[in-house]
């Protein structure tokens, strides 16, 4: 890294940093977490070295648990081909830390504090193999001191949006130096990998996919209840699903007119993050419009229940239910945060529908699904209601649910070829 650079971040940029997270821990419950969570991260490290004796190690870091899904598939790959694997997994937020429990994972910890001392010392204490950084979360120290100490590190499905400032003139500038640290970088496509060589363009670079493909593709051998086409279509379930507060004002009370002319059809809802005040506001809403609403804590057969309203109130079942809708919605588009997953429906069969917000992790999908007509964007209640209407229309929704599962199939194989690189 640019040696006036690396001073300005560790003079400058990186305290500062730490004293507006010192001054935030007060007011913001996830950063109070990650940030008091961070000063066990050494302590775990050497637990973890004292009582394993792995011959190689391999360290995966990850912002959250979005980002966990692109290398969940890469992590059981190396610990089902090599007993002598070790596999610690460092994460920038507690939504991935807490949320994440993989089998494959032999310690789990926060990503250390990025000054000089903290990364140097974690890295003498573990001594991986190899690190792998998922995405985007990049901490210059850590890949100072990477190379310092010889250890090998890659950038994996890597993404440089068109729009994004990395492109721009001081974005350039100062992500050449960040980027030219990583000894190999692989990008999600052809125009990440454009973009990417825009900024680095005497480093050799590949487009080998997202492995999320595949982990939403091998999904599917668990789902215990599937509907085909023509119950779908008979029991049409509409499938509203990680909603944020900000997706509930062009939702409510218009879906459910969804109701109106089909007694078989049922409105689920999935809040994004679980509360009494979640559940409380959706039967509020059904109860409004004088429908019958249930909450539910377990997978089951949705068709089978009377009530037209179903609220979910668990996680770790979303994904399954996707075999039983007709239509998905997914949250977070109205939002700062941008759309959630929208692989698990599409691979599912579900034509998505979603907010204008889909410039986050969830971009290449949303755009290849769009593309093949299988994804509706909607901005307002009126559009969200105009798509369903198109949907309506057998030969349009047949379309757009093949189509879905199409774009899926079609990216996959990503695992396989990353696994190659990052054993070889």
Do not use: C
């Given at each position: 890294m640019n040696s006036l650079l690396l001073i300005i971040y560790n003079i400058i940029l990186y305290p500062v940093f730490f004293i507006t997270t010192l001054l935030l821990l007060p007011f913001n419950l996830k950063i109070r977490s990650g940030f008091l969570g961070r000063f066990y991260s050494l302590n775990k490290l050497r637990?973890?070295?004292?009582?394993?004796?792995?011959?190689?190690?391999?360290?995966?870091h990850v912002s959250s648990f979005g980002e966990f899904q692109q290398i969940e598939s890469i992590i059981s790959k190396i610990k089902s081909s090599n007993d002598n694997a070790g596999i610690v997994v460092s994460f920038f937020s507690p939504?991935?830390?807490?949320?994440?429990?993989?089998?494959?994972i032999d310690c789990k910890i926060y990503i250390p504090f990025d000054f000089l001392w903290s990364a140097f010392r974690a890295?003498?204490?573990?001594?991986?193999?190899?690190?792998?950084?998922?995405?985007?979360?990049?901490?210059?120290?850590?890949?100072v001191v990477a190379r310092f100490l010889n250890i090998k590190t890659i950038l994996i499905s890597a993404r440089i949006h068109s729009n994004s400032f990395k492109l721009t003139r001081t974005g350039k500038s100062i992500y050449k130096c960040i980027y030219n640290l990583v000894d190999q970088i692989f990008t999600v496509n052809k125009t990440d990998l454009g973009n990417m060589k825009l900024i680095v363009p005497n480093k050799t670079i590949e487009?080998?996919?997202?492995?999320?493909?595949?982990?939403?593709?091998?999904?599917?051998?668990?789902?215990?209840?599937?509907?085909?086409?023509d119950y779908r279509l008979k029991n049409k379930l509409f499938l509203f699903a990680s909603l944020?507060?900000?997706?509930?004002?062009?939702?409510?009370?218009?879906?459910?007119?969804?109701?109106?002319?089909?007694?078989?059809?049922?409105?689920?809802?999935?809040?994004?993050e679980l509360s009494d005040k979640s559940i409380n506001y959706y039967q509020k809403q059904a109860s409004r419009k004088n429908l019958s609403s249930i909450v539910i804590e377990d997978y089951i057969d949705l068709s089978k229940l009377k009530e037209r309203v179903v609220i979910v109130n668990t996680v770790g079942i979303l994904y399954k239910l996707y075999w039983q809708a007709y239509i998905a919605y997914i949250?977070?588009?109205?939002?700062?945060?941008?759309?959630?997953?929208?692989?698990?429906?599409?691979?599912?069969?579900?034509?998505?529908i979603f907010g204008p917000n889909y410039s986050n992790g969830n971009f290449f999908e949303a755009e290849e699904l769009l593309k093949a007509s299988s994804a509706y964007i909607v901005k307002s209640p009126k559009q969200?209601?105009?798509?369903?209407?198109?949907?309506?229309h057998i030969n349009t929704y047949d379309s757009a649910s093949k189509s879905s599962r199409r774009v899926i199939k079609n990216n996959l194989g990503s695992t396989d070829k990353l696994l190659s690189r990052i054993v070889e």
């Open positions: 637990e973890f070295k004292e009582t394993n004796s792995f011959s190689e190690i391999y360290w995966f939504s991935g830390y807490t949320n994440v429990d993989n089998k494959n890295f003498k204490i573990i001594k991986p193999k190899k690190l792998i950084l998922a995405s985007y979360d990049i901490w210059p120290n850590i890949l487009a080998l996919g997202n492995p999320r493909f595949d982990i939403a593709f091998d999904k599917e051998s668990s789902i215990g209840i599937k509907f085909d086409m944020w507060p900000e997706d509930d004002s062009v939702l409510f009370p218009t879906i459910f007119d969804l109701l109106q002319y089909d007694n078989g059809a049922k409105i689920i809802l999935v809040p994004h949250g977070g588009g109205f939002s700062k945060n941008g759309i959630h997953n929208i692989m698990e429906p599409a691979v599912a069969s579900n034509p998505v969200l209601m105009e798509s369903f209407a198109k949907l309506n």
